[in-house]
């Protein structure tokens, strides 16, 4: 068990709708990044979260969005859906937002994200 | 943009022995970090083994050990004594040291198939 956690565990929904995936940090970690892992694109970084603020973007489109709250709880909104969407998701986070020993990525178990 | 290629889709090995899985990365800084994640059919995503750059000697992990070849562009797992539980996917990923993103790019995996 990694520490980080992720609701709900699958997900299944029509094309055009929009949901909403949730991801608890390890305690103590303050980064949350997000990845999408697709059968034909691979792992891929969608966007990173630094203590409530944005850090960085990777190929997050822009019908996908991502907010880190207060108490470090991250949500990723995915609206718009479309087949190709279909993938698992995963929260991964880290301590310290630079490059240490220390920061290491812990993933969380994902969330399996079906659009029919 | 940094890449990593893992050229290996898929790789067996007999119970107790030992097998090595490769991985090549293009960048053009000096300091980074390596990864080895593993990927069991839960498709939760385990840490293996970490490698800094700027250290000469290679990382181990109890069976796992890396051949860190940083003027190649070369970070290959060695894994001895192979039990069942090493089957997986594994992936090779690449991290930034600077501030700022610190996401990870990953490869495209290897499945290892351990034969009893």
């Known amino acids: 068990d990694s520490g980080v956690t992720q609701t709900p565990k699958h997900l299944i929904t029509a094309t055009g709708q929009r949901v909403t995936l949730r991801c608890s940090p390890r305690?103590?970690?303050?980064?949350v990044y997000w990845y999408q892992q697709s059968l034909d694109q691979g792992l891929q970084f969608l966007i990173q979260y630094y203590n409530g603020e944005e850090r960085a973007k990777g190929n997050i489109l822009e019908r996908f969005s991502a907010q880190q709250f207060p108490d470090l709880h991250s949500e990723l909104n995915l609206s718009s859906l479309e087949l190709g969407d279909s993938a698992l998701y995963f929260c991964?986070?880290?301590?310290?937002?630079?490059?240490?020993?220390?920061?290491?990525?812990?993933f969380g178990p994902g969330t399996r994200l079906t659009v029919l | 943009a940094q890449t990593v290629t893992q050229s290996q889709p898929e790789m067996s090995v007999q119970e107790a022995e030992t097998v090595t899985l490769s991985c090549t990365y293009d960048?053009?800084?000096?300091?980074?970090?390596l990864f080895w994640y593993k990927q069991p059919p839960s498709r939760q995503m385990i840490l293996v083994i970490r490698?800094?750059?700027?250290?000469?000697q290679n990382a181990t992990e109890n069976r796992f050990s890396v051949n860190f070849q940083k003027a190649a562009k070369s970070f290959s797992l060695k894994i001895s004594d192979s039990q069942l539980g090493d089957a997986a996917m594994y992936f090779c990923?690449?991290?930034?040291?600077?501030?700022?993103?610190?996401?990870?790019?990953f490869g495209t995996g290897t499945r290892l198939t351990v034969i009893p």
């Open positions: 960048t053009s800084e000096s300091d980074y970090y």
């Open positions: 305690s103590g970690d303050l980064s």
């Open positions: 490698q800094e750059a700027y250290k000469q």
């Open positions: 990923a690449y991290r930034r040291s600077q501030a700022g993103a610190n996401n990870l790019f």
């Open positions: 991964a986070s880290s301590g310290r937002e630079v490059g240490g020993p220390t920061d290491t990525q812990y």
